[in-house]
């Protein structure tokens, strides 16, 4: 096989996963804002045609451009300019919602754990403490270990913060939609796009 046909093929497996992901997470998020799964699925279609609208509009303005007809240009830009901005507050709404979520369960269990070892530092040193309500408290403590409840609500954003970057997760949600938006907007168009050398025939004397 060709070796351009190889790096088109590949490229359209990446394209086709960015645009896979982009529906999945645009879908995803429809649920968090609809209070009906009818109006989730409404929601989620809509989202879904953002992110092929965002992989077919640029193929389609790269032909009008080649063929002059600069009208089709305008309104391909100005449509291309509105479905990346919805994709992208769905991707953002999504990934703010995800990491959000696992902040709070993160919260939660270490607030659990402190919890629980201030009721075995009292039991211990109570006037009569109970064998059996101390061992419950030490297993619930290893339990709670386990589970992570040592570790930071949102490791990734408190490392990017020890470096001298503040409010790292709001950039990171950020970046994370970006990725995924351009990613679907553009690697089909990347892939499929003619990038070979124009050969200009020469003039015979």
């Known amino acids: 096989m060709p070796s351009g046909k190889i790096k088109r093929y590949s490229g359209a497996l990446i394209a086709?996963?960015?645009?896979?992901?982009?529906?999945?997470?645009?879908?995803?998020?429809?649920?968090?804002?609809?209070?009906?799964?009818?109006?989730?699925?409404?929601?989620?279609?809509?989202?879904?045609?953002?992110?092929?609208?965002?992989?077919?509009?640029?193929?389609?303005?790269?032909?009008?451009?080649?063929?002059?007809?600069k009208s089709v240009v305008a309104l391909g830009v100005l449509f291309f300019t509105v479905s990346v901005t919805v994709s992208l507050v769905y991707a953002v709404g999504f990934a703010s919602t995800i990491r959000d979520q696992g902040a709070a369960g993160q919260a939660a269990l270490s607030a659990n754990l402190q919890t629980t070892e201030d009721q075995l530092r009292d039991a211990l040193t109570a006037s009569k403490p109970n064998a059996r309500r101390i061992d419950e408290l030490r297993e619930q403590i290893k339990t709670y270990r386990t589970r992570g409840a040592l570790k930071s609500d949102d490791a990734q954003s408190t490392t990017l913060e020890a470096i001298g970057i503040p409010n790292a997760r709001y950039y990171v949600r950020l970046l994370f939609a970006i990725f995924v938006e351009l990613g679907s907007a553009l690697m089909l168009f990347i892939a499929f796009t003619d990038t070979s050398k124009s050969t200009i025939p020469r003039s015979r004397a």
């Open 16 to 69: 086709f996963g960015f645009i896979g992901l982009s529906a999945v997470t645009n879908f995803s998020f429809s649920f968090e804002i609809a209070r009906t799964p009818y109006l989730a699925c409404i929601y989620g279609a809509f989202g879904i045609l953002a992110t092929l609208a965002n992989a077919y509009i640029p193929l389609r303005i790269l032909d009008a451009y080649e063929a002059g007809r």
